[in-house]
């Protein structure tokens, strides 16, 4: 009877694929309907609304002129009233209804708003497009949070004045302690100041799920009200991803519709509890539940770094989607930071550089190990593929180096690897000793190691050192868990032969060089 494998534990569901795998990507086929009409209707609509806004933005901008004439936006700042905050909240915000109306907004607001006493924060999700900024107008030109360097853009750099907002520059080291003590602040001053108006994803997505929430939002521990928008059009001419449209495209299409319809909803305030005041992670996944139930979308544990590691996979000549790893998720449970994901990334792309779609088969996988199939690498490569579709993703390679390869890369493990390949115990691994050793590990009578010796004899002196053991080792974690799974094999295989020769159970340690025990599930975690 042929020996057992130790199996692996089974996976956790945390661990499982989101119920959207790609929230940056916006895919609208035109049809060739579609297109004639909005040719047709931008032949006359683009033209006039246009005009339109143009004359808007002439009125508007010496209003914001006179309204933020003397008025400073660093160091005591002062929230604006009297004829200030009047002509904010009141000309302002109809002058910017007018200019949404001229773009072919039709505009549907649903609940009530709140004042700043009761719900300082307005939280708005989902954040899909630029022309999101119609939520601002709406709710009378509350605070936002934007870059100092917006303030200085023509004419518009006026506008955003008028909105007193919390600055963020990227030149001061302590921007994000001191843009959440300002928010604090404001969300603390029992109504003098009017709300702050986030959005708490800090990036366009397309509207399928609603994602990481930033806690910046909910540090201060003070009532939020939720503000969900919707765009129930039957063509898409808004969403403006990662992937999709450019923002002259999507303007040109919006322009070349009758008319463009968002809703706008406030939901009641969210009262935090003293638990939720405690974590704002916990007062910010709460809030996010009751905007996901109110939309009908489920939540995913993407975040702005996944974004990041998308352009990394594009310039690694990966598919973008690649990059995806709800890094949320997998740096909390995982313990990684993103310069370490994106290192793993480098590591995945050196792997599937000559694979189609950026997931690796199991061939590929053995080329890339300079091994040929046999039944070690087919189960190592099971653990990898955490779905069972015969391929590997970079969000599982992560997963599986993570959990399965670098806990067995110890210091421990690598001497012991050595010291069993170096069975003449001259402090070097010969060609003749490598070989001996991987085909009994591996299982294969006819194998070539030529490419693998060389790769790790780094200065071709025609044998291995400990040192350059141990960097190939630690830059290919891979290897390591074929080790253990082959001591798992020999020690399995000798309790067995200990059993059939009805003999008292040895101890592990006879059947392992040195005086190192390894448990049979210690660098297999529960994953």
Known sequence: MPPQRVCALPRQQSLFLPAVLNPFVQEVKLAKAD????????????????????????????????????HPLKGAVEPMTGWRRFMCRRVMAALGRTYYFCMGFRVVVKGKQVNSAEAPILAVAPHSTFFDGIVCIVAGLPSTVSRAENLATPIFGRFVRCLQPVLVSRQDPDSRKNTILEIESRAKSGGCWPQVLIFPEGTCTNRSCLITFKQGAFIPGVPVQPVVMRYPNLLDTVTWTWQGFSLKTLLLLTLSQL????????????IPTDEQKKSPAEFASAVRDLMAKALGVPVTDHTYEDCRLMITAGELTLPMEAGLVEFTKISRKLNLKWDNVKKELEGFAAMACSCQGGRINIQEFATFLKLPLNPALQELFALFDRDGDGTIDFREYVIGVTILCRPANTGEVLQMAFKLFDTDEDHRITREEFSSLLRSALGVCDLNVSKLFKEIDADCSGYITYAEFQTFALNHPEYAKLFTNYLELQRHQAFQAVDTDNLDQPSANHLIPGDIQEDSTSDKKDD
């Not at 047709?40 to 010496?62: E, H, K, Q, S």
């Not at 008319?259 to 969210?270: R, S």
């Open 35 to 70: 297109v004639i009409k909005c040719v047709l209707l931008g032949i006359f609509l683009v033209p006039i609304r246009a005009i339109l806004m143009c004359l808007v933005l002439m009125v508007t901008w010496p209003v914001a002129v006179i309204t933020t004439f003397m």
């Open 259 to 270: 008319y463009t319809t968002v809703e706008i909803e406030f939901l009641p305030p969210h």
